[in-house]
C-alpha cells in the first residue's frame, strides 16, 4: 500500500465523508406533506451549509465538482472517489442544515426525512456506506426519539452533532441525546457547523472563511472540555465521542491544561475522577483530516514523532478522508506516512472498529 | 520519626482554641499546628509540590461526588488548599487526595500514619472514594498538656 493512503481489501475505514443534498426537492418523499408543501411554499430551495461555501477554493475537490451537481451529491461518484480508492466502509456525515431551523416542528420533519433519504439513497446503494444519523439538536428529547427510531438500522452507525451548538454541548440540556446514543451504543460525533445562532469563534463573527476554517479547532476545544468537565462521561460510562474535521495536534496542550488546572479545582467538578486526560483518553476520538502538522516533509518527519509521544498512542486516532472537503493537506504529507505499519493499520482500521463495533455488520469486507 | 524524640514546647493550649491555628518556627522550619475539635494537628508549612507557605491557605472541607451534580461535603475545615496551586492536603495526615495515581502513593504511606487511628481515618476516606496523591506534607506529632502545646520532633 501506498503510506499516504487507506489499501482496498485492508478493510480501512474512512470515518468522515461527507454526502450533500443537490435539491432538497429529493427530501419531499420523505417528508409529510404539510412539510414539504411549505418549503415549496415559502420559496424555501436549499438548506445546503452557509458554513462551507460551495464554491470556495478549499470546500471540494475539483475531481467531485465534475458532475455538475453538487460535491457529494452523487452515490455512484463518492463510490468512485472514495470506494474505490481503497477504502472500504465509509461513514458518511450529511451537513445539510437542518439543525439551525427555529421551528422544532420543521426541523424534526427534516431531520427524519434526510436520515430516510440517507438509508434509501445512499445506505441502500452501496454496502459499503455507513451513515451518522442526523439530529434536531433543538429539541434534545426530540433528537433521542430519532436515535431511537433508527437504532435498529444497521447502516446507522454513529450520533451527529454541530460544533456551533447554542449551549455547550456537555450541558445537562443536551443529555437526552447522549442517553439515548449510548442506548444503542453509538458514538456521539462532533463536527463543525452552525447550529443554533453562536458565532463559530469563541470571540464572534469572523469576516473570512479563512479565519472561520482555521478557528474551527477553537470550538472543538470548547467542546471537549465541556464535555469532560460537565461530567458526560462519569454519566454515560460507555459513550465514545468523535472529533470530527478539526485537527488534532491540539490536544497534548488542552489536556496538560486541563490535567494542571484540575488539580487545583477539582472541587468545582467531583464527578471527574480521573485526571481530564484519562477521561478523553477513554471516551474521545479524533478523525485525523485535516491534519495541522509542517508543511515540509523535513520538519514533519522531525515533529510529528514528538506529537506522537505527546499523544501518548495512536489510539485515538481515526481515519478520515473527508472527501469532497479540500482544506487538508495533501495525502502524501498527512500523518499516516510517519506511523509504523502498525500504527497505520490501527488508524486505519482497528481503532475504527472499536468505536464503531457495529459498522462491518452486513458489510462487504 | 528517629528514635530520639525532643520535646518542643509552641503555644499555650488557649492560643490554639478548636477551629484555630498557629504557624510557629522551630529549629528554623516553619510549621503549623492545627486545633481540630481538641485534637491538635502539626504540619510542615511547606507544600511538598513546590515549597508554597501551605498553611497559610484556605482550610476547607473536601468534595465528593458520585456523579454530575451531586456534591457530598466531607469534613469541613480538616482540608488544607496551599495558596500557590490551591492542592489539598488532609491536616491530620498530610496527605494529599487531588491526584488519583495510586502507583506513586505507597511511597510514602510509611510516613503518613502517626497511630492506628489515623490508618484507620485513612482507611475510611478511601472506603469513601477518595484516591491518594503523590504529596504528603511533613507531619509532626502534638500533644497538649494542661497548659502547652507540644510537637514531637
Redesign the interface.
Known amino acids: 500500500m501506498s503510506s499516504g493512503t487507506p489499501a482496498a481489501g485492508f478493510g480501512s475505514i474512512d470515518c468522515d465523508v461527507h454526502n450533500a443534498v443537490d435539491d432538497i426537492a429529493e427530501l419531499f418523499p420523505y417528508l409529510p406533506q404539510r412539510w414539504s408543501d411549505y418549503c415549496v411554499e415559502h420559496g424555501v430551495t436549499s438548506l445546503a451549509p452557509a458554513f462551507y461555501p460551495g464554491r470556495a477554493a478549499l470546500s471540494a475537490t475539483p475531481e467531485s465538482r465534475s458532475s455538475g451537481r453538487a460535491p457529494g451529491a452523487d452515490p455512484e461518484l463518492v463510490r468512485a472517489q472514495v470506494l474505490e480508492r481503497g477504502v472500504d466502509v465509509a461513514i458518511l456525515n450529511c451537513l445539510y442544515a437542518v439543525q439551525p431551523i427555529h421551528n422544532e416542528d420543521w426541523a424534526v420533519a427534516m431531520a427524519a426525512a434526510l436520515n430516510d433519504w440517507q438509508a434509501q439513497r445512499w445506505l441502500a446503494a452501496d454496502p459499503r456506506y455507513r451513515a451518522s444519523i442526523v439530529v434536531p439538536s433543538q429539541n434534545p428529547q426530540r433528537a433521542a426519539q430519532e436515535i431511537e427510531r433508527l437504532a435498529g438500522h444497521g447502516g446507522f452507525v454513529q450520533v451527529l452533532l454541530l460544533a456551533n451548538s447554542q449551549v455547550p454541548l456537555g450541558n445537562r440540556a443536551h443529555w437526552p441525546i447522549y442517553e439515548a446514543a449510548a442506548a444503542a451504543g453509538l458514538p456521539v460525533g462532533v463536527h463543525p457547523g452552525v447550529a443554533g445562532g453562536n458565532p463559530p469563534l469563541p470571540v464572534g463573527w469572523p469576516s473570512t472563511y479563512l479565519e472561520e476554517y482555521a478557528g474551527a479547532a477553537l470550538a472543538m476545544q470548547s467542546q471537549l472540555t465541556s464535555l469532560v468537565c460537565e461530567g458526560v462521561f462519569s454519566r454515560f460510562p460507555a459513550l465514545k465521542v468523535v472529533l470530527l474535521e478539526s485537527g488534532v495536534t491540539w490536544l497534548p496542550s488542552l489536556m496538560w491544561r486541563l490535567d494542571k488546572n484540575w488539580k487545583g479545582l477539582r472541587r468545582e467538578i467531583p464527578w471527574v475522577a480521573d485526571r481530564p486526560s484519562v477521561v478523553i483518553r477513554r471516551h474521545v476520538r479524533l478523525s485525523t483530516a485535516p491534519f495541522d502538522g509542517p508543511l515540509a516533509t523535513e520538519q514533519a518527519r522531525d515533529h510529528l514523532p514528538r506529537f506522537l509521544d505527546q499523544l501518548g498512542s495512536v489510539d485515538m486516532l481515526l481515519y478520515s478522508g473527508d472527501h469532497p472537503h479540500w482544506h487538508h493537506r495533501d495525502p502524501e504529507q498527512s500523518l499516516l506516512q510517519f506511523l509504523s505499519p502498525a500504527e497505520r493499520r490501527q488508524v486505519l482500521r482497528d481503532n475504527g472498529l472499536a468505536t464503531y463495533p457495529t459498522i462491518l455488520q452486513g458489510a462487504a469486507v | 520519626m528517629s528514635a530520639l524524640h525532643r520535646h518542643v514546647v509552641v503555644a499555650n493550649a488557649e492560643e490554639i482554641p478548636p477551629g484555630g491555628s498557629k504557624i510557629v518556627e522551630v529549629d528554623g522550619r516553619s510549621i503549623g499546628v492545627f486545633n481540630l475539635d481538641g485534637e491538635y494537628f502539626a504540619v510542615r508549612n511547606a507544600c511538598p509540590h513546590a515549597g508554597g507557605p501551605l498553611c497559610a491557605g484556605m482550610r476547607?472541607g473536601?468534595?465528593?461526588?458520585?456523579?454530575?451534580?451531586?456534591?457530598?461535603y466531607l469534613r469541613r475545615g480538616e482540608f488544607l488548599r496551599c495558596p500557590w496551586?490551591?492542592?489539598?492536603f488532609d491536616i491530620r495526615t498530610g496527605q494529599s487526595w487531588?491526584?488519583?495515581q495510586k502507583t506513586r502513593v505507597r511511597r510514602y504511606d510509611a510516613r503518613i500514619a502517626a497511630g492506628a487511628e489515623l490508618l484507620a481515618e485513612e482507611e475510611r476516606l478511601a472506603a469513601a472514594?477518595l484516591?491518594k496523591g503523590p504529596y504528603s506534607a511533613e507531619t509532626y506529632p502534638v500533644r497538649a498538656t494542661e497548659e502547652y502545646v507540644i510537637i514531637e520532633l
Open positions: 476547607s473536601f468534595v465528593r461526588s458520585e456523579g454530575p451534580g451531586h456534591y457530598e496551586h490551591q492542592w489539598e487531588f491526584d488519583p472514594g484516591q
